[in-house]
């Protein structure tokens, strides 16, 4: 399983992104996908999840009521769908993807969120 982080960029305060994060290979179930983020200096910290049956979706605090995860089955592709923007969103985003919400086992490449002020 091969996981495509892409949608990072430099946006201002207030501004939105969308993150994609696509799994490639060969007839894959559908897998939980994390969203994780790491900013310099900073642990690496959970931001959204979506189940892999469910559709059910958790939010950390700090992004809770501005992201939005969501999943297109045919295009086995997540996205996170960041609006309202803060400098403390500035960080490395990473997808993870596993059999369940605390089974993650497979990691994409990170794609740089930067959010200036």
């Known amino acids: 399983v091969q996981l495509q982080a892409s949608g990072g960029g430099l946006v201002q305060v207030g501004g939105s992104l969308r993150l994609s994060c696509e799994t490639r290979g060969d007839n894959l179930p559908v897998y939980a996908i994390g969203w994780f983020r790491q900013a310099p200096g900073k642990e690496r910290e959970g931001v959204s999840c979506?189940?892999?049956?469910?559709?059910?979706?958790y939010y950390s605090v700090p992004v809770k009521g501005r992201f939005t995860i969501s999943r297109d089955k045919a295009k086995n592709t997540v996205y996170l769908q960041m609006n309202s923007l803060k400098p403390e969103d500035t960080a490395v985003y990473y997808c993870?993807?596993?059999?369940?919400?605390?089974?993650?086992?497979?990691w994409g490449q990170g794609t740089q969120v930067t959010v200036s002020s």
């Open positions: 979506i189940s892999a049956n469910t559709g059910n979706t």
């Open positions: 993870a993807a596993g059999p369940s919400n605390v089974q993650l086992n497979y």
